[in-house]
Each structure stands twice: as structure tokens, then as C-alpha cells.
């Protein structure tokens, strides 16, 4: 929902958002909103203090501003990074145009089973709190390959969703939320934000931005390698998988 990439640092945050009701306001007239569950992923996918809508700039603590770089982009997807140079980890930002109906879109990421097959080297994800309707915490687990060990990741989610329709999710690191497997290294999620903007009928605007830390002793040109490919990946398995997913062709009520 992250863990991420070969551990798959930053595609963590595509994970879901927390299980709960999305009130958007055609859904209410032809069906109920699908569950948010706390990615990214997602997935996924968290800091802001409170429901306001907040500059992602305010969101992404303690950094230096540095030059964005454009690492690859497409006419639907954009992948930007900079080191940030207070801790020297990899912030990355991303955009997506998705055909989807926000609907389809949340129905589609918290789908637990399933996001093994689009939020990259994801292996399992898991709830393990739902404090309110809109916030909670969950556990997503990422495969390892040499030389990048297991690692997992604990994140606490909250979502809210705008007059306009656009949903807003921030994510913080809940690491201490549960006790770490012996085997697996812990990554921390040290900022991550996320907007969903309804374009048109059956269109929508992804953008996020993120900082996770890896943690281990993997190589600072080896973190960028695999936090930048982990989240293309991601975007274009998102890109290829939402139109044709099942909650797409099951959502009826556009954005």
C-alpha cells in the first residue's frame, strides 16, 4: 500500500488508505464507496496534522531544497527525484493520469490479495489498526534479493476527502506499532502525501511525494537505482491494470 522494490522503498506508498466509507457525492447517488485501506502502495500511498489542505512542501520535514531532476517520463507518467541533502535519502515525486473513476481507483488498491501484482516487489500487506473511519495503521512486506535483504514497513494513514471531490491521504512511519521480525529490516516511513483530482469522466490526476528510508547498508547509488525503478514500475502497472481491473468495470458512477 510502502518493503517496496527489492525492498521497494518508495512504491510502498501506493499501498491503501485506511477502510473506511469514501463520501463522494455521486457514489452516495448509485453505490457505496469502496473502503480505504491504509497504502500505496501502494501504494502508498501521510503527515498532515489536520483535514486542512496543506503544501506538500510543509509536508516533506526537514529537507534541504535542491533541484528537482526529471528521471523518466511519458505523456501519462513523470518520475522526479533529489537527494535530500539533511539525511542524504532519496525524495522522490511522481504524477500519474490514470483511466479510472476515483471509485475504481480506491476499490482497486485495497484489494489486499492483489497487491502483490501491481505495487512493486510487494509480497503481503495487512491491517493492524483501524483507529476511525479514516485513519489507521497497516504492515506491508517486501521481498529481498541480493544483495537487498527483506524488509517491511509500518505506516499510519489518514485520509480525507475535499468539496471537490479530490481525496488527500498522508502517511506517517508507525514502526513501533508492532514488534520487528528478527530476520526482516524495519524501513521507516519518513514522509509520504498523496492527491487523487477526478480530470473528466473516467479520468484521474495521481500526485505524490516521498521520503522513505531503507535503513541496512545498501549503497547510496544502489538506493536511488531501486527507489526510482520501484516506483515506475508501480506507475505503469497501475496504468496497464485499472482500466480493465474488476472494480472498474464495476464502477458506474464516473468520478
Known amino acids: 500500500m510502502m518493503k517496496v522494490l527489492t525492498a521497494g522503498f518508495t512504491s510502498i506508498l501506493f ?4 477502510p473506511s466509507r469514501i463520501l463522494n457525492k455521486q457514489a452516495k447517488k ?3 464507496a ?26 516533506i520535514v526537514k529537507k534541504q531544497h535542491t533541484p528537482w531532476v526529471i528521471w523518466r ?39 489486499l ?28 512486506r517486501f ?13 499510519h ?16 512511519d508507525a514502526g513501533e506499532s508492532i514488534k520487528k521480525n528478527k530476520d526482516t529490516i524495519r524501513m521507516q516511513a519518513v514522509s509520504a502525501y498523496w492527491k487523487i483530482v477526478p480530470t473528466q469522466l473516467g479520468h484521474i490526476n495521481i500526485s505524490y511525494q ?12 544502489l538506493k536511488k537505482t531501486i527507489t526510482l525503478n520501484s516506483i515506475w514500475t508501480t506507475l505503469v502497472n497501475l496504468k496497464v491494470q485499472l482500466p480493465t481491473s474488476q472494480c472498474q468495470l464495476n464502477s458506474n458512477d464516473g468520478n
Do not use: H, M
Request: glycine share 2%; proline share 5%; hydrophobic share 40%.
Open 210 to 221: 516521498v521520503i522513505v528510508d531503507p535503513k541496512g547498508n545498501i549503497p547510496q547509488w
Open 73 to 111: 517520463t511519458d505523456e501519462k507518467l513523470s518520475v522526479s527525484y533529489r537527494v535530500n541533502t539533511f539525511n542524504n535519502l532519496i525524495e522522490v515525486k511522481a504524477n500519474a493520469s490514470l483511466q479510472s473513476t476515483s471509485i475504481g481507483f480506491i476499490c482497486f488498491i485495497e484489494d
Open 15 to 18: 499501498l491503501p488508505t485506511c
Open 113 to 140: 490479495p492483489q497487491i502483490s501484482n501491481w505495487l512493486d516487489n510487494a509480497e503481503s500487506a495487512e491491517l493492524i489498526s483501524k483507529i476511525s473511519n479514516n485513519e489507521s495503521i497497516f504492515i506491508t
Open 34 to 59: 469502496k473502503t480505504v485501506l491504509t497504502l500505496t502502495t501502494l501504494l502508498y500511498f501521510y503527515l498532515a496534522p489536520s483535514l486542512a489542505i496543506e503544501n506538500v512542501e510543509n509536508i
Open 143 to 155: 521481498k529481498g534479493f541480493w544483495p537487498v535483504a527483506t524488509r517491511d514497513i509500518v505506516v
Open 157 to 172: 494513514s489518514r485520509y480525507w476527502q475535499n468539496p471537490d471531490l479530490s481525496l488527500e491521504i498522508v502517511i506517517s
Open 30 to 32: 448509485k453505490s457505496q
